[in-house]
Protein backbone atom coordinates (compact mmCIF):
# COMPACT_ATOMS: atom_id res chain seq x y z
CA UNK A 1 0.00 0.00 0.00
CA UNK A 2 1.54 3.33 -0.91
CA UNK A 3 1.90 6.08 1.92
CA UNK A 4 -0.30 8.20 -0.07
CA UNK A 5 -3.35 5.32 0.16
CA UNK A 6 -2.71 5.07 4.00
CA UNK A 7 -2.95 8.10 4.58
CA UNK A 8 -6.29 8.64 2.69
CA UNK A 9 -7.45 5.58 4.48
CA UNK A 10 -6.41 6.73 7.68
CA UNK A 11 -8.41 10.05 7.47
CA UNK A 12 -11.45 8.32 6.53
CA UNK A 13 -11.53 6.10 9.63
CA UNK A 14 -10.82 9.66 11.83
CA UNK A 15 -13.46 11.12 10.05
CA UNK A 16 -16.00 8.61 10.59
CA UNK A 17 -14.72 8.15 14.06
CA UNK A 18 -15.27 11.82 14.82
CA UNK A 19 -18.97 11.58 13.36
CA UNK A 20 -19.78 8.74 15.42
CA UNK A 21 -18.76 10.63 18.50
CA UNK A 22 -20.11 13.34 18.03
CA UNK A 23 -23.57 11.52 17.23
CA UNK A 24 -26.08 12.60 19.55
CA UNK A 25 -26.59 10.16 22.90
CA UNK A 26 -29.80 7.58 22.48
CA UNK A 27 -33.07 9.52 22.71
CA UNK A 28 -33.70 10.00 26.53
CA UNK A 29 -36.60 8.20 27.33
CA UNK A 30 -34.94 5.33 27.36
CA UNK A 31 -35.22 4.97 30.56
CA UNK A 32 -38.67 4.87 30.52
CA UNK A 33 -39.03 2.37 27.95
CA UNK A 34 -36.58 0.40 30.29
CA UNK A 35 -39.35 0.74 33.16
CA UNK A 36 -41.95 -0.13 31.12
CA UNK A 37 -39.83 -3.34 29.70
CA UNK A 38 -38.96 -3.89 33.64
CA UNK A 39 -42.39 -3.97 34.35
CA UNK A 40 -41.80 -1.98 37.36
CA UNK A 41 -40.29 1.21 38.86
CA UNK A 42 -37.73 0.81 41.68
CA UNK A 43 -38.43 2.58 44.24
CA UNK A 44 -36.56 4.22 47.75
CA UNK A 45 -39.05 4.47 50.95
CA UNK A 46 -38.47 5.11 54.40
CA UNK A 47 -41.62 3.27 55.95
CA UNK A 48 -42.91 6.67 57.66
CA UNK A 49 -46.43 6.88 57.77
CA UNK A 50 -48.71 8.57 56.19
CA UNK A 51 -45.88 9.06 53.51
CA UNK A 52 -45.24 6.01 53.12
CA UNK A 53 -45.96 2.79 54.87
CA UNK A 54 -45.21 -1.23 54.38
CA UNK A 55 -47.89 -3.42 56.04
CA UNK A 56 -46.66 -6.60 57.28
CA UNK A 57 -47.81 -8.53 54.59
CA UNK A 58 -45.18 -6.46 52.32
CA UNK A 59 -48.23 -4.53 50.89
CA UNK A 60 -46.82 -0.76 49.50
CA UNK A 61 -48.72 2.38 50.96
CA UNK A 62 -48.68 6.02 51.82
CA UNK A 63 -49.39 8.79 49.90
CA UNK A 64 -45.84 8.98 47.95
CA UNK A 65 -45.94 5.58 46.60
CA UNK A 66 -49.80 5.42 46.26
CA UNK A 67 -49.22 8.84 44.13
CA UNK A 68 -45.72 7.70 42.50
CA UNK A 69 -47.77 4.13 41.25
CA UNK A 70 -50.83 6.32 39.85
CA UNK A 71 -48.73 8.21 37.54
CA UNK A 72 -46.54 5.16 36.26
CA UNK A 73 -49.55 3.48 35.80
CA UNK A 74 -50.08 6.15 33.00
CA UNK A 75 -46.75 6.05 31.70
CA UNK A 76 -47.19 2.53 30.69
CA UNK A 77 -45.00 0.95 34.12
CA UNK A 78 -47.36 -1.28 35.79
CA UNK A 79 -46.17 -1.21 39.28
CA UNK A 80 -43.57 -0.29 41.42
CA UNK A 81 -41.35 -2.17 43.46
CA UNK A 82 -40.45 -0.52 47.11
CA UNK A 83 -37.08 -0.87 49.39
CA UNK A 84 -36.66 0.50 52.80
CA UNK A 85 -33.57 3.57 52.98
CA UNK A 86 -32.61 5.62 55.59
CA UNK A 87 -33.30 9.23 54.43
CA UNK A 88 -29.41 9.90 54.29
CA UNK A 89 -28.85 6.65 51.92
CA UNK A 90 -32.01 7.24 49.77
CA UNK A 91 -29.96 9.95 47.31
CA UNK A 92 -26.48 7.57 47.28
CA UNK A 93 -28.63 4.78 46.55
CA UNK A 94 -30.20 6.39 43.60
CA UNK A 95 -27.07 7.65 42.18
CA UNK A 96 -25.82 4.33 42.60
CA UNK A 97 -28.23 2.83 40.25
CA UNK A 98 -30.00 0.87 43.26
CA UNK A 99 -33.37 2.89 42.68
CA UNK A 100 -35.18 4.36 39.56
CA UNK A 101 -36.95 6.84 42.07
CA UNK A 102 -37.02 8.60 45.60
CA UNK A 103 -40.63 8.57 46.55
CA UNK A 104 -40.42 8.84 50.29
CA UNK A 105 -41.49 12.65 51.44
CA UNK A 106 -37.29 13.35 50.69
CA UNK A 107 -38.13 17.26 51.23
CA UNK A 108 -37.27 19.81 48.76
CA UNK A 109 -33.83 21.32 49.61
CA UNK A 110 -31.48 23.54 47.72
CA UNK A 111 -28.67 20.94 48.52
CA UNK A 112 -31.21 17.99 47.64
CA UNK A 113 -32.14 20.18 44.72
CA UNK A 114 -28.71 20.28 43.16
CA UNK A 115 -27.83 16.03 43.74
CA UNK A 116 -31.59 14.93 42.24
CA UNK A 117 -33.92 16.02 39.52
CA UNK A 118 -37.15 16.22 41.51
CA UNK A 119 -40.55 16.10 39.68
CA UNK A 120 -42.83 19.40 41.18
CA UNK A 121 -44.59 18.96 44.13
CA UNK A 122 -46.69 16.60 46.08
CA UNK A 123 -46.04 16.32 49.71
CA UNK A 124 -46.19 19.40 52.16
CA UNK A 125 -45.81 19.12 55.93
CA UNK A 126 -44.76 21.06 58.73
CA UNK A 127 -42.19 19.74 61.12
CA UNK A 128 -43.46 18.62 65.02
CA UNK A 129 -41.97 17.19 68.02
CA UNK A 130 -42.98 14.39 70.40
CA UNK A 131 -41.96 14.80 73.78
CA UNK A 132 -43.54 13.91 77.52
CA UNK A 133 -46.43 15.03 78.79
CA UNK A 134 -46.61 18.84 79.77
CA UNK A 135 -43.22 19.26 78.09
CA UNK A 136 -41.37 19.62 80.93
CA UNK A 137 -38.43 20.96 79.49
CA UNK A 138 -40.56 23.97 77.17
CA UNK A 139 -39.09 22.96 74.09
CA UNK A 140 -40.68 24.61 71.27
CA UNK A 141 -37.76 25.39 68.88
CA UNK A 142 -35.11 23.66 67.35
CA UNK A 143 -33.46 26.49 69.83
CA UNK A 144 -35.13 25.94 72.99
CA UNK A 145 -32.96 22.21 72.26
CA UNK A 146 -29.92 24.03 71.46
CA UNK A 147 -30.24 26.15 74.73
CA UNK A 148 -30.47 23.52 77.24
CA UNK A 149 -27.77 21.45 77.71
CA UNK A 150 -29.53 18.20 79.17
CA UNK A 151 -31.76 17.92 75.75
CA UNK A 152 -30.96 15.57 73.76
CA UNK A 153 -33.25 14.94 70.19
CA UNK A 154 -33.62 12.10 68.26
CA UNK A 155 -34.18 12.72 64.55
CA UNK A 156 -33.86 10.31 61.08
CA UNK A 157 -30.27 10.27 59.86
CA UNK A 158 -29.90 12.50 57.00
CA UNK A 159 -33.31 13.90 57.40
CA UNK A 160 -34.55 17.25 57.29
CA UNK A 161 -35.13 17.52 60.92
CA UNK A 162 -31.48 16.16 61.84
CA UNK A 163 -29.92 19.02 59.82
CA UNK A 164 -32.48 21.79 61.43
CA UNK A 165 -31.15 20.58 64.87
CA UNK A 166 -27.56 21.04 63.94
CA UNK A 167 -28.38 24.12 62.30
CA UNK A 168 -29.90 25.86 65.08
CA UNK A 169 -26.25 24.81 67.34
CA UNK A 170 -27.59 21.48 69.23
CA UNK A 171 -24.25 19.65 69.25
CA UNK A 172 -23.62 17.45 67.12
CA UNK A 173 -23.37 14.38 70.56
CA UNK A 174 -26.73 15.74 71.52
CA UNK A 175 -28.28 14.68 68.14
CA UNK A 176 -29.27 11.25 68.07
CA UNK A 177 -30.04 9.35 64.84
CA UNK A 178 -33.13 7.04 65.07
CA UNK A 179 -34.02 4.53 62.29
CA UNK A 180 -37.62 4.50 62.60
CA UNK A 181 -40.65 5.71 64.10
CA UNK A 182 -40.98 2.64 67.05
CA UNK A 183 -37.45 3.45 67.69
CA UNK A 184 -37.98 6.93 68.32
CA UNK A 185 -41.10 6.48 70.15
CA UNK A 186 -39.32 3.76 72.56
CA UNK A 187 -35.96 5.79 72.97
CA UNK A 188 -38.49 8.82 73.91
CA UNK A 189 -40.55 6.65 76.34
CA UNK A 190 -37.19 4.96 77.65
CA UNK A 191 -35.90 8.87 78.81
CA UNK A 192 -33.04 8.27 76.18
CA UNK A 193 -34.36 10.77 74.22
CA UNK A 194 -36.14 14.26 75.52
CA UNK A 195 -37.93 15.02 72.04
CA UNK A 196 -38.64 12.93 68.62
CA UNK A 197 -38.70 15.29 66.09
CA UNK A 198 -40.46 14.30 62.44
CA UNK A 199 -43.44 16.41 59.98
CA UNK A 200 -46.49 17.02 61.72
CA UNK A 201 -48.38 14.08 59.97
CA UNK A 202 -46.09 11.26 60.83
CA UNK A 203 -45.75 12.31 64.62
CA UNK A 204 -49.32 12.49 65.00
CA UNK A 205 -49.46 9.08 63.05
CA UNK A 206 -46.87 7.43 65.37
CA UNK A 207 -48.25 9.28 68.59
CA UNK A 208 -51.62 8.49 67.61
CA UNK A 209 -51.24 4.64 67.14
CA UNK A 210 -48.88 4.42 70.64
CA UNK A 211 -51.75 5.39 72.71
CA UNK A 212 -49.18 6.47 75.41
CA UNK A 213 -50.71 9.31 77.32
CA UNK A 214 -47.20 9.87 78.95
CA UNK A 215 -46.98 11.57 75.54
CA UNK A 216 -47.41 14.87 73.91
CA UNK A 217 -47.03 16.42 70.54
CA UNK A 218 -45.84 20.12 69.67
CA UNK A 219 -46.61 21.22 65.87
CA UNK A 220 -45.79 23.11 64.08
CA UNK A 221 -41.78 23.40 65.35
CA UNK A 222 -41.85 27.32 65.82
CA UNK A 223 -39.51 28.88 63.16
CA UNK A 224 -39.37 25.77 61.31
CA UNK A 225 -40.20 25.72 57.42
CA UNK A 226 -43.49 23.89 55.84
CA UNK A 227 -41.55 21.66 53.39
CA UNK A 228 -42.89 19.57 50.64
CA UNK A 229 -41.06 16.77 48.78
CA UNK A 230 -41.46 15.58 45.11
CA UNK A 231 -40.46 12.47 43.55
CA UNK A 232 -36.61 12.75 42.97
CA UNK A 233 -35.27 10.95 39.92
CA UNK A 234 -31.39 10.64 38.89
CA UNK A 235 -29.86 13.43 37.64
CA UNK A 236 -30.17 12.42 33.78
CA UNK A 237 -32.96 11.13 33.72
CA UNK A 238 -34.83 14.44 32.99
CA UNK A 239 -36.77 13.12 30.21
CA UNK A 240 -37.88 10.44 32.81
CA UNK A 241 -39.08 13.41 35.51
CA UNK A 242 -40.54 15.66 32.79
CA UNK A 243 -42.96 12.57 31.56
CA UNK A 244 -43.86 11.99 35.35
CA UNK A 245 -44.92 15.88 35.57
CA UNK A 246 -47.00 15.44 32.77
CA UNK A 247 -49.03 12.78 34.39
CA UNK A 248 -48.88 14.47 37.42
CA UNK A 249 -50.40 17.49 36.32
CA UNK A 250 -53.17 16.31 34.67
CA UNK A 251 -54.14 14.15 37.99
CA UNK A 252 -53.96 17.38 39.81
CA UNK A 253 -55.92 18.49 37.36
CA UNK A 254 -58.34 16.01 37.69
CA UNK A 255 -58.70 16.75 41.05
CA UNK A 256 -57.39 12.70 41.86
CA UNK A 257 -54.61 13.70 42.67
CA UNK A 258 -56.31 15.47 45.86
CA UNK A 259 -58.09 11.96 45.91
CA UNK A 260 -54.72 9.88 46.77
CA UNK A 261 -53.40 12.50 49.09
CA UNK A 262 -55.92 14.70 51.34
CA UNK A 263 -57.36 11.06 52.97
CA UNK A 264 -54.08 10.57 54.39
CA UNK A 265 -54.09 14.16 55.58
CA UNK A 266 -51.61 15.73 53.38
CA UNK A 267 -52.83 19.27 51.23
CA UNK A 268 -53.39 18.84 47.51
CA UNK A 269 -54.02 22.91 47.73
CA UNK A 270 -50.37 23.58 49.47
CA UNK A 271 -48.69 21.11 47.08
CA UNK A 272 -50.42 22.97 44.30
CA UNK A 273 -49.73 26.73 45.57
CA UNK A 274 -46.00 26.25 44.77
CA UNK A 275 -43.30 25.26 42.55
CA UNK A 276 -40.02 22.91 42.22
CA UNK A 277 -38.46 26.19 41.36
CA UNK A 278 -39.85 28.10 44.42
CA UNK A 279 -39.13 25.15 46.86
CA UNK A 280 -35.39 24.45 45.34
CA UNK A 281 -34.55 28.09 45.79
CA UNK A 282 -35.95 28.41 48.88
CA UNK A 283 -33.18 29.39 51.99
O1 LIG B 1 -37.03 14.85 53.82
C1 LIG B 1 -36.66 14.55 54.95
O2 LIG B 1 -35.47 14.57 55.28
C2 LIG B 1 -37.76 14.19 55.97
N1 LIG B 1 -38.92 13.71 55.28
C3 LIG B 1 -39.80 12.94 55.91
C4 LIG B 1 -41.06 12.54 55.22
N2 LIG B 1 -39.59 12.46 57.13
C5 LIG B 1 -38.40 12.72 57.92
C6 LIG B 1 -37.26 13.20 56.99
O3 LIG B 1 -36.21 13.78 57.78
Do not use: W
Request: hydrophobic letters at 45%; a negative charge.
Amino acid sequence: MTIRKFLTMAAGVAALAASVSVMPAAADDSKLEELKAQGFARVAIANEPPFTAVAADGKVSGAAPDVAREVFKRLGVADIVASISEYGAMIPGLQAGRHDVITAGLFMKPERCAAVAYSEPILCDAEAFALKKGNPLGLKSYKDIADNPDAKIGAPGGGTEEKLALEAGVPRDRVIVVPDGQSGLKMLQDGRIDVYSLPVLSINDLVSKANDPGIEVVAPVEGAPVYCDGAAFKKGDEALRDAFDVELAKLKESGEFAKIIEPYGFSAKAAMSTTREKLCAAK
